[in-house]
């Protein structure tokens, strides 16, 4: 009972530590999809574009993103662009690294879902006289929502687990909250916080694309 | 009256449709009949301004077609699976008509009753069978007033039994006053509409 008791105490003692980091995680989390998702619409659209040099241009940048680790992204952000003097802060630079990332990823997601919508349903909101706008507002893009919200739905989850990568560039995450913590007092109960807590965030996020998913099945 | 008058059509310098010619009366119905490869579907795509046409003319009443004018029963039907069977029928008319909501959904379910489907107005394309999709497809083409409307195939995802109910469909919207053509390759059911028929053969190739 006194063990149990003592490690409630510690466990009250870094639990502050633990959710000021998480709040730094979830930030991260936030502003990254925020601001990918409508950046990987438009790579998408850049993709599926018809005038070649911004073709080329979009596949170049999503074959460098997707081809290289986030992690060396990160770095080279952050410690490499000031050796040609562009400097960002810690936070700017993890910001800027992930939502290049993340929103190449998004992009392709949305080019399969838009290219899997049937060439037939463009034919049939023409031949109805429906403007490009009208047949995408009411016809193409909620069946592009629906195809590929399963996709979205692992990489929201992927982003969770990997806004810990900011820790490289000495960002205060949930990780390295937990990393000083065991380090400083030589326990493994910080590291099963920082799992449960992670486990808990994406619960969250795995219940909300439930929600969402079930939302969009009354139809097939 | 529809006229088509020397349309030509090819594809990467092969010719599918040559110097093709053929007229329809207002209220007509014209079958055009052919084996695959004959450039059927390529005729109604044209006609229905899905596929440009190389040269010659497209005539309604004299003049050249307009958007709108020309509507279409895809083969497949191609219903919008998002939207209930009444909004896949007022969806047009009020985005491009401009009707009110209430106005759009009256016409739409107006035709939807004329055409049997009422009680499916709030079903969804997945619930229903080929027949009964067809019928949907027709009045969500009927709803924006159509002065031809066009059949790509009608009767091939249909059961037997089906045919000869969308051939009196067929004959039964004559009646309206609607200029039809169908693209088939059924000749029973071609027989059962027995008018005006336009047969067209593949272009050997040069």
């Keep these: 009972m006194q063990e149990v008791e003592r490690i409630m105490k510690y466990v009250m003692q870094i639990l502050p530590a633990l959710l000021s980091g998480t709040g730094m995680t979830l930030r991260i989390f936030c502003w990254t999809l925020v601001l ?129 990568l900011v820790y490289v560039i000495g960002l205060g995450d949930l990780l390295r909250a937990g990393n000083v913590a065991m380090a400083r007092d030589v326990t493994m109960v910080p590291l099963l916080l920082v799992g449960l807590i992670y486990l808990a965030l994406i619960s969250l996020c795995a219940f909300a694309q439930r929600k969402l998913e079930a939302h969009f099945s009354y139809y097939k | 009256m529809l006229e088509i008058k020397n349309l030509n059509k090819s594809f990467n310098g092969r010719p599918i449709l040559r110097d093709l010619s053929c007229q329809i009366p207002t209220g007509g119905i014209l079958t055009v009949v052919g084996p695959s490869g004959a450039g059927k579907t390529t005729l109604l795509r044209i006609i229905a301004g899905l596929e440009t046409k190389d040269s010659g003319q497209l005539l309604l009443n004299g003049q050249a077609i307009k958007q709108g004018q020309i509507g279409v029963v895809f083969q497949d039907f191609n219903l919008f699976p998002n939207l209930s069977v009444l909004q896949n029928v007022a969806l047009a008319p009020e985005l491009v008509l401009k009707k009110t909501k ?104 040069e």
């Design chain 1, 36 to 164: 990918s998702l409508p950046l990987g619409i438009l790579v998408a659209v850049g993709e599926l574009s018809k005038f070649n040099p911004l073709e080329w241009l979009v596949r170049f940048y999503v074959w460098i993103m997707r081809g290289t680790p986030l992690l060396l992204q990160l770095i080279f952000v952050f410690y490499g662009l000031p050796l040609i003097h562009i400097v960002f802060p810690r936070y700017q630079a993890a910001l800027f690294a992930f939502v290049l990332n993340y929103a190449a990823y998004f992009a392709e997601i949305f080019r399969g879902g838009l290219q899997s919508v049937p060439q037939g349903q463009f034919e049939a909101a023409k031949v109805l006289r429906l403007s490009h706008w009208q047949a995408l507002q009411h016809v193409i893009i909620p069946q592009v929502v629906k195809i590929v919200l399963p996709s979205i739905g692992n990489e929201v989850i992927n982003l969770v687990k990997d806004s810990s």
């Design chain 2, 102 to 205: 209430d106005e759009a959904q009256q016409t739409a379910k107006h035709l939807l009753t004329q055409l049997q489907m009422a009680e499916y107005q709030d079903q969804y394309p997945y619930q229903l069978s080929g027949g009964q999709k067809q019928r949907v497809a027709i009045a969500r083409a009927l709803a924006m007033q159509p002065a031809v409307l066009c059949y790509d195939e009608p009767t091939s995802a249909l059961d037997p039994n089906l045919r000869r109910a969308v051939g009196d469909l067929i004959l039964g919207l004559q009646k309206t006053g609607l200029t039809q053509l169908i693209i088939t390759h059924d000749m029973a059911f071609t027989q059962q509409i027995d008018q005006q028929v336009l047969r067209i053969k593949p272009l050997a190739e």
